[in-house]
Nanobody, 124 residues
Framework: QVQLVESGGRLVQAGDSLRLSCAASGRTFSSYAMGWFRQDPGKEREFVAAISWSDFSTYYADSVKGRFTISRDNAKKTVYLQMNSLKPEDTAVYYC?????????????????WGQGTQVTVSS
């Protein structure tokens, strides 16, 4: 089993920056792709960003491209989501997810493990 724990979410103002962390424990992550998703109440969960664990390739949703950066520290088994120029529409619960293959995926059904989520609220 794999456990994922997100942290770093809080209330910020529009234009602020915030970094989320996702700490993984359990089995090795040498062949896992990782992703960040978000969900606002009443809406479907949406893809935000993903990173391959092997070749550092990344992929972003158009809505966050140029503002968010996903990265990872293999030694710490931690994935980060640096969020800059935050907007009120970025308000959501942010979830970390792990996929038992190397390749990136953008749909939630392709991920095998999920964290409990961390709330990000951006005030205008």
């Amino acid at each position: 089993q794999v456990q994922l724990v997100e942290s770093g979410g809080r209330l910020v103002q529009a234009g602020d920056s915030l970094r989320l962390s996702c700490a993984a424990s359990g089995r090795t992550f040498s062949s896992y792709a990782m992703g960040w998703f978000r969900q606002d109440p009443g809406k479907e969960r949406e893809f935000v960003a993903a990173i391959s664990w092997s070749d550092f390739s990344t992929y972003y949703a158009d809505s966050v491209k140029g503002r968010f950066t996903i990265s990872r520290d293999n030694a710490k088994k931690t994935v980060y989501l640096q969020m800059n120029s935050l907007k009120p529409e970025d308000t959501a619960v942010y979830y970390c997810a792990a996929r038992r293959v190397i390749a990136i995926a953008t749909t939630e059904y392709d991920y095998d493990y999920w964290g409990q989520g961390t709330q990000v609220t951006v005030s205008s």
